[in-house]
């Protein structure tokens, strides 16, 4: 995905490419039937309008199972901030827009 364009869903196999080739990328494990889910959506899709310097995708848990037992994915929705390849945060649940903006900018 490029960067500042809305967020999207990767697999598995794109996943590595997405957190090493961008400096700051914001993972959303998600699933189609979880209500917070759909509720953070398009919260992340215009945080990925607005901060183009970040990378936005997203990862359906139920699609890759794999990639969520890695990353320890016991509830969702949960964003994890990436830098540089590597885990440095996390945001379990729905938060408000600013609230996971000012993280992610804590980090840039």
Do not use: H
């Amino acid at each position: 995905m490029v960067s500042g364009q809305s967020e999207l869903e990767i697999t598995d196999e794109e996943f590595k490419d997405t957190i090493n080739n961008s400096k700051i990328a914001v993972i959303d494990f998600f699933a189609e039937w979880c209500m917070p889910c759909l509720i953070l959506g398009p919260i992340i899709e215009d945080l990925s309008l607005s901060m183009k310097r970040v990378k936005f995708a997203k990862i359906d848990i139920d699609d890759n199972q794999e990639l969520a037992e890695k990353y320890k994915i016991y509830s969702i929705p949960c964003l994890i901030i990436f830098k540089d390849g590597k885990e440095i945060d996390r945001i379990i649940g729905v938060q408000p827009a600013e609230s996971i903006e000012a993280k992610i900018k804590s980090y840039i």
